[in-house]
């Protein structure tokens, strides 16, 4: 249950969903930018798309063989092969220009217009050339083979609705609409800080107690794979001076996520900052992993902290922040549980699991510091508050 800061007045232990909005609504309106569709790759619409064309552009062959009138071909083909008397052929971009008549066919390729008189395709696999003007058909051709015109989308049709994250096959739909260029929203500016005296970039020599900062890299590339652009932001030691510089570099961004400094420990500088000198909108969530994490603002600029331990930092981004940055659901499905998932009495749990056969079972080392967990499971599981899942039970799986 959501409490409030005996200092602060602030929320404390709020749900995952809430979370998720309080984050977005400090998020600024980023605006929009029209750009072309090359440079628009992980950007989220912002304007609707409809067909400037209908997509086939002609009714056309889907197959490469001949295109002719069904009804040449069922009559007879009991008693005997069908024998056509080829008249020509039709290519896409050199279409057939006379009409087909009884007892013709023409030569056609796939994506090639149907000539006038024909109405279905008997593929070249079926086909036996019977001197140069002549084919025999081995079964009856088919209506089924030929795509009508704007059967996939006709001109005028409203196709991308604004929202949608622009990914490959979605720039190549705006591409067959007829649009060379696209409205979106802009990217994000997210600053990235990893705080901790033990941290090491990796590379360097790394002494005992050390850890090098994975967190830094995961976080780029899922900011990244948000359409965001990232500015990264030296590491900060743990010491008050330290982390208000990398706060002060961090202005002109519209958020700073830092990993890092946001528990109960003495050296939670984050924590201590917000509290302190910024504004608090929330501190800790109930779930697991990932529970310390704090959201507030210093001077204007809206500050996310993740806790440091790197699997609680990446699951906190993928359920709480990813939704937010991208305003984009979850990838979640309902599966059967094929192993028994713990419960706890007061978090969400968020277990790494592994998709298999159409099942989900548990992974097994849970540990908020088994990085490799995240590597190798494909889903997290999510078992609510007080409710455990035993084998055998439906269960949410949100897709990693």
């Known amino acids: 249950m959501t409490t409030t800061h005996p200092e602060g007045g602030f929320p404390m232990f709020v749900s995952v969903p809430q979370a998720r909005d309080l984050l977005r609504a400090l998020l600024p309106d980023p605006g929009t930018e029209t750009l072309p569709l090359a440079a628009a790759y992980g950007r989220t619409l912002a304007k609707a798309l409809d067909a400037r064309v209908s997509h086939p552009s002609a009714t056309e062959s889907a197959l490469d063989g001949i295109a002719c009138r069904e009804a040449d071909t069922l009559a007879a083909f009991s008693e005997a092969l069908v024998r056509l008397r080829v008249v020509g052929e039709s290519r896409a971009g050199l279409p057939y220009s006379g009409e087909v008549q009884s007892g013709e066919c023409v030569r056609i390729y796939t994506g ?15 086909l036996d050339d019977d001197g140069p003007d002549h084919v025999c058909l081995r079964r009856p051709a088919r209506p089924e083979d030929v795509r009508h015109e704007g059967s996939d989308f006709s001109a005028g049709e409203a196709v991308m609705p604004a929202g949608l994250r622009l990914t490959a096959p ?29 941290v090491v970039a990796p590379g360097e020599p790394l002494a005992r107690g050390q850890v090098y900062d994975s967190n830094r890299v995961g976080l780029h590339a899922m900011l990244r794979e948000c359409g965001c652009e990232v500015i990264p932001l030296d590491h900060a030691a743990d010491t008050p001076a330290a982390l208000q510089q990398a706060l002060t570099e961090a202005g002109g961004a519209d958020l700073l996520l830092t990993s890092g400094g946001v528990s109960m420990g003495r050296y939670d500088l984050l924590r201590d900052l917000l509290i302190g000198e910024g504004q608090v909108a929330f501190w800790k969530v109930r779930m697991r992993p990932g529970g310390p994490a704090i959201l507030g603002g210093w001077h204007g600029l809206p500050i996310f902290g993740l806790p440091g331990n790197p699997v609680s930092s990446l699951v906190v981004f993928h359920v709480i922040v990813r939704p937010a940055l991208t305003g984009q659901p979850l990838q979640m499905l309902r599966l059967r549980a094929a192993t028994a998932f713990r419960t706890l009495p007061d978090k969400t749990a968020f277990w790494r699991g592994v998709i298999d056969s159409g099942e989900v079972r548990d992974y097994g080392a849970q540990g908020s510091g088994m990085l490799r967990s995240l590597s190798e499971a494909n889903a997290l599981v999510v078992v609510p508050e007080g409710h455990p899942v035993n084998a055998g039970d439906d269960v949410d799986v949100i897709l990693l």
């Open 170 to 198: 979605r720039l190549a739909l705006a591409a067959a609409l007829g649009h060379a260029e696209v409205t979106v929203h802009r990217a994000l500016r997210v600053a990235l800080l990893s705080t901790g005296d033990e």
């Open 112 to 126: 090639a217009p149907l000539p006038p008189g024909t109405d279905a395709i008997c593929p070249v696999e079926q």
